[in-house]
């Protein structure tokens, strides 16, 4: 059974940095493409960032292009999500998620979800 735990979230103030970590366990992490979405209050769940299974490639919502970072590594069974320059709009529970496609932008190719770690940007 594949288990994806994320932490890392908090409360932090605008222009403020957090890195999210996302362990997974269970299965063959090296194989799954991973992604990081986000939920605010009253909004549907959106794409923010993705990576190869090799980490060779990543893909980023224009919204934090140039402000956060997804990173992996394998040895660790892990996948991170530096965000820096944080703004009210960043505020979100933040979920980690892998898919056995080589990357995937729509929530829907996603196999496996983790439970989610709350980012609160303050102003």
């Known amino acids: 059974q594949v288990q994806l735990v994320e932490s890392g979230g908090g409360l932090v103030q605008t222009g403020g940095s957090l890195r999210l970590s996302c362990l997974v366990s269970g299965g063959t992490f090296s194989t799954y493409a991973m992604g990081w979405f986000r939920q605010a209050p009253g909004k549907e769940r959106e794409f923010v960032a993705a990576?190869?299974?090799?980490?060779?490639?990543?893909y980023y919502t224009d919204s934090v292009k140039g402000r956060f970072t997804i990173s992996r590594d394998n040895a660790k069974n892990t996948v991170y999500l530096q965000m820096n320059s944080l703004k009210p709009e960043d505020t979100a529970v933040y979920y980690c998620?892998?898919?056995?496609?080589?990357?995937?932008?729509?929530?829907?190719?996603?196999?496996?979800w983790g439970q989610g770690t709350q980012v609160t940007v303050s102003s």
């Open positions: 990576i190869s299974w090799s980490g060779g490639s990543t």
């Open positions: 998620a892998a898919t056995y496609r080589s990357w995937a932008m729509s929530l829907h190719e996603y196999d496996y």
